[in-house]
């Protein structure tokens, strides 16, 4: 999309449509549950800062509070119905919701990880820069970025056969938009999974990592456990005793 929308009618938009972020939580969103599952599988270990973008009525940030009990979790939305109704069902003395968009301004704490579950695409090309240098800002160093987004088929096919299921926004996140993305955070794309939902190739998991200390680790030398000592001596005898009937077969095809 082009053009730029109304944020009040968007606004408007996501508080109309409370209910199915409800229904989802009550029945079990299958989309979720996939994203959830490569969220904890690549989350950083043990974040104590845990921040959701667009969390609407705060099902995952309280999944998270359940995961990570230690952390001190913020959901944000621009919805105020979506997060009156958090206040209400998920809120406790780790979890905290508020209605808001990311800027630079609003927080001043920095966090370990950062969730836009099916949120990122609602993002409009031309608000980009202002959420790229907020994330820049907020993210620590060995912090994550996790996404769930609908591939660009995904939604081009259901511009076409669903068009009522199309929301105000909904951007196109190729893999070029990720790499933007990254750049303009200071992350690297660690996790680049295409997963199918409901039909073929439909969403997409993304993981970023900010290391601003990446050649420094890389280049230095990492103290190795006595297994993984263990496991080189034994990889290197079985490469030695077989290497005389590689060579054979060389010999063999190459002459």
């Known amino acids: 999309m082009s053009e730029k929308v109304n944020h009040n009618n968007v606004v408007s938009y996501y508080d109309e449509h409370t209910k199915f972020k409800v229904n989802d939580y009550v029945k079990v969103n299958p989309r979720v549950e996939e994203a959830w599952k490569t969220l904890v599988k690549n989350a950083p270990i043990n974040p104590q800062r845990i921040l959701e973008v667009g969390c609407g009525v705060g ?21 105020v119905l979506s997060i009156a109704i958090a206040q209400k069902l998920f809120a406790n003395r780790k979890v905290n919701f508020m209605v808001s968009l990311l800027t630079e301004e609003t927080f001043e704490e920095e966090f370990d990880l950062i969730v836009f579950m099916d949120v990122y695409e609602h993002i409009a090309v031309f608000d980009r820069p202002v959420v790229h240098n907020a994330l820049k800002s907020i993210l620590r160093n060995k912090g994550k970025i996790f996404l769930s987004v609908p591939t660009p088929q995904n939604l081009r096919w259901s511009l076409i056969n669903k068009p009522e299921t199309m929301q ?9 938009v990720i790499g933007k993305l990254a750049t303009d955070t200071g992350t690297e794309v660690q996790l680049y999974q295409v997963k199918s939902i409901w039909n073929t190739g439909d969403y997409s ?8 200390d990446f050649e420094s680790a890389f280049f230095s030398n990492k103290p190795v456990s006595k297994l993984e000592k263990a496991n080189r001596i034994i990889n290197k005898i079985k490469n030695k005793v077989t290497q005389p009937l590689r060579r054979y077969l060389v010999h063999q095809k190459l002459g």
């Open 59 to 79: 099902s995952i940030c309280a999944r998270i509070n359940k995961k990570w009990p230690q952390a001190k979790i913020t959901g944000i939305d621009i919805s």
């Open 168 to 176: 105000p926004v909904d951007e196109h996140i190729s893999f070029d």
């Open 205 to 212: 998991h993304v993981v970023l990592e900010k290391n601003d």
